[in-house]
T-cell receptor, first 112, second 113 residues
Framework: SQQGEEDPQALSIQEGENATMNCSYKTSINNLQWYRQNSGRGLVHLILIRSNEREKHSGRLRVTLDTSKKSSSLLITASRAADTASYFCATDASGGSYIPTFGRGTSLIVHP | EAGVAQSPRYKIIEKRQSVAFWCNPISGHATLYWYQQILGQGPKLLIQFQNNGVVDDSQLPKDRFSAERLKGVDSTLKIQPAKLEDSAVYLC???????????FGPGTRLTVT
């Protein structure tokens, strides 16, 4: 079963615009991670945010986490054609097991 | 730092045949994961190892799939016998510790005809 679900399923924007995708999950978590997958580089880790954190930044990426709403968002600012990829959130349910569950992903297309 | 290695990269077999995939994680990574990714979906965890012990294999179809991680390093995933619905990309990943950042290999694309 899918713990995290990304929204929207697909997103198409122009280069230079910002892209926002969301992840909702069902049960309490330890961590939430965002990954990117494209045909050239496979699955690559972007950011890990812990349940006691609310916001993290990495370059043009900004991730927020709202544990009360069981949701997270990934913002990519000033998007580039190279950001075209599928983006997945992965959560692991709270407790000691740290077993990850991926969502179905958001497909982002950035037009040059 | 060398990444996660997987082989083969591609495999085509007929249904009812058997197949094995190999994974060499990043040196020092205690946690190893095998995922199945069907086109258009997210990776689905099949089995998670911590060193050479199994942490979770609740989604592994144990009547046909098996996996082992000898000596807590390399791992193999086997399917016997394969079904058409096993056609997917099989991804191996490793992390320094459970819950940490995962590093993925390039995957093995399996086609069952």
């Amino acid at each position: 079963s899918q713990q995290g679900e990304e929204d929207p399923q697909a997103l198409s924007i122009q280069e230079g615009e910002n892209a926002t995708m969301n992840c909702s999950y069902k049960t309490s978590i330890n961590n939430l991670q965002w990954y990117r997958q494209n045909s050239g580089r496979g699955l690559v880790h972007l950011i890990l945010i812990r349940s006691n954190e609310r916001e993290k930044h990495s370059g043009r990426l900004r991730v927020t986490l709202d544990t009360s709403k069981k949701s997270s968002s990934l913002l990519i600012t000033a998007s580039r054609a190279a950001d075209t990829a599928s983006y997945f959130c992965a959560t692991d349910a709270s407790g000691g097991s740290y077993i990850p569950t991926f969502g179905r992903g958001t497909s982002l297309i950035v037009h040059p | 730092e060398a990444g996660v290695a997987q082989s083969p990269r591609y495999k085509i077999i007929e249904k009812r045949q058997s197949v094995a995939f190999w994974c060499n994680p990043i040196s020092g990574h205690a946690t190893l994961y095998w995922y199945q990714q069907i086109l258009g979906q997210g990776p689905k965890l099949l089995i998670q190892f911590q060193n050479n012990g199994v942490v979770d294999d609740s989604q592994l179809p144990k009547d046909r799939f098996s996996a082992e991680r000898l000596k807590g390093v390399d791992s193999t995933l086997k399917i016997q016998p394969a079904k058409l619905e096993d056609s997917a990309v099989y991804l191996c990943a490793s992390s320094l510790e459970a819950g940490g950042e995962q590093y993925f290999g390039p995957g093995t694309r399996l086609t069952v005809t």
